[in-house]
């Protein structure tokens, strides 16, 4: 750990800020939480009491005048990411930025050029690239475990934030423009694809809305009716990428539950399973056709050369963003590949509609 130690604030006190950010900033880095800033008082309060943080904030931009802090962590729902996250950065300070970091390709360019304009390091989750798992299987990809890539599969997706996640605060925005199935669970299985196989050259897609109406089903909100037919809750997208692959993500609201592996990487020469639960640091499943050596099965795979970092929690970004600062180095969650699976979603719904397939222009 660095000798320094890091002050951060916290945009965004919601659900995902008090199940992953908060109570993980000082074991994940030697840092400390100074401010936690949210347009709903109480919920900016109570992450003060319930964490010891001495200054809380309903307004980013008071934030930034008044507060002494390094790293901002924006947490907010997803339409507010843009204008968040340009406050901050024009503040000169450095930023992890919540899925998807801006709404457009554009504004995101903007948001990367003017961290690079005042110097400050840029991180944008999700955090799939420092996965373990994946990890591990990239390295047994590299030394030819499963021999000759052929393609890559990824079921990413849940019964809707909704469904399964206690939350204190509405979750009616996921259902509304800016925000939905795609931006929200998507962005992992393009995130998770693009990492193992690198950029994607052309995509299509097809599209439904499979629950025109949700129930909120715990937290404060119980009860409540949410008209959700405006945007497509169910994807299953198609990618050929730029090594000539292929790949296939099936995701969404609408799976309940599911017994599939999260991810499935075929060679010539075997296959790689990773299952979902990737915060247990699981070590992927391999099997094996090499019957030179008398093997065709699941077999245990081992780490060859170095064993990669596991995972403590998902504030595990601020440990990339500070190793960057430090190193002087890029990050591994870089706002470049963000940008690559970001124009992917904004393509996807012209994919959807003409049912053709879409060039990409960006890569990382
Ligand atoms: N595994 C994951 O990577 C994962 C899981 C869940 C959520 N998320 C992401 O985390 C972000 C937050 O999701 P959540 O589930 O915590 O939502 P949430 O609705 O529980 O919390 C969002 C909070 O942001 C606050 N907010 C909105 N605009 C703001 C602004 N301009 N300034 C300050 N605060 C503002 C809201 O009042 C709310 O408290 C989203 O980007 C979501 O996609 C990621």
Redesign the pocket.
Known sequence: MSAKKWKVAV???????NDQYFPNIAKEANAVCVAA????PE?AQSACEKYGIPEWYTS?YEMLEKCDFDIAID????Q??H??NMAILGAGKHLIS??PAAPTVELLTEQIELAKNKGVKFVC??IHPMRFDLAVAKQMIADGAIGELSYIKCNVAHGG?NYFQY?D?D?T?FFEDGAGALV?MGVHGIQIVTHMFGPAKKISCLAAVTTPERTVRSGKFDGKKIKADKIPDQYFINITFANGKIGFIDTGFSQKASKQPQLEIYGSEGTISLTSGYMQNPMPSVYMDAPERGIRGWVEPMTWTSIPKKLIS?CCCLRDIIEAIEGECDPMLTPEHARHVLEIMCKIPEAVKTGATVELETTF
């Open positions: 945009v965004g006190c919601g659900t995902f800020a800033c949210d347009i709903v919920r980013v947490a907010t729902s997803i507010a990411h204008e968040v919540q899925k989750v999700p934030p939350r605060a979750p925005w929200d998902q």
